[in-house]
């Protein structure tokens, strides 16, 4: 395995202008994606970084599973100037609000009166209940996959990947209001995540 990272970060480095600018051409993003799935089945970004002008991320692609073996390939990238790489999603920077597409339309969402709560599964593991507030109907008539996906994103952008996957155990997406004075703002559970044990 060791000598596979290395081939791939001696790809990266030799190509990495093909991955830099607002621009990446398909063809750009074919080769990337046929190299990472050399390494394996995992999901892959490329982005603005947080320190950096540009990242990339190799993640498990939400499976816990895999997380130690994308730690492991991170491990191998090498230090340049202008990337930084992840091993899993970062916690994004944004305005509690996003796009998504749905039948070729796109459809904002905005969290910010979202609201959870949080269950001890086990040690250091919780469960997660949530409430979709001012959630557009489209979106709501969504199959169950396709609105988890979305619930998955929002809480990896606001916690990060490695923490979702680490603490968080089963997602309860909850459309009425079911909750009492228990509920929390989504745009709490950073901190709150961060100050368990």
């Known amino acids: 395995m060791e000598i596979k990272y290395q081939q791939f970060w001696d790809w990266f480095v030799q190509n990495r202008t093909l991955f ?6 398909d063809q750009s993003i074919e080769l990337i994606d046929q190299r990472i799935n050399i390494l394996g089945e995992f999901a892959w970004e490329i982005g603005p970084g947080q320190l950096k002008t540009t990242s990339l ?9 895999l997380l130690p073996t994308t730690k492991e390939i991170i491990s ?22 996003f796009n998504v597409m749905v039948n070729d339309q796109k459809i904002g969402i905005n969290i910010s009166k979202w609201e959870y709560t949080l269950s001890r599964y086990d040690t250091n593991i919780y469960d997660i209940r949530i409430k979709l ?21 929002v809480l990896e952008s606001i916690i990060g990947e490695e923490k979702r996957l680490e603490r968080i155990n089963e997602i309860e997406i909850v459309k009425e209001d079911v909750f009492k004075k228990q509920a ?9 995540i961060d100050s368990l044990p």
């Not at 830099?20 to 051409?25: N, V």
């Not at 991320?57 to 599973?65: H, L």
């Not at 191998?76 to 609000?97: I, S």
């Not at 929390?184 to 901190?191: C, E, G, T």
């Open 20 to 25: 830099a600018g607002t621009e990446i051409t």
């Open 57 to 65: 991320t190799i993640s498990p692609g939400g499976d816990r599973d």
């Open 76 to 97: 191998y990238a090498p230090t340049l100037p202008d990337w930084e790489f992840h091993y899993a999603k970062p916690v994004k920077e944004w305005e509690n609000y």
């Open 133 to 153: 507030v001012d959630v557009p109907v489209t979106i709501l008539a969504e199959k169950d996959q396709a609105l988890y996906g979305i619930v998955e994103m």
């Open 184 to 192: 929390s703002s989504i745009l709490h559970l950073k901190q709150h």
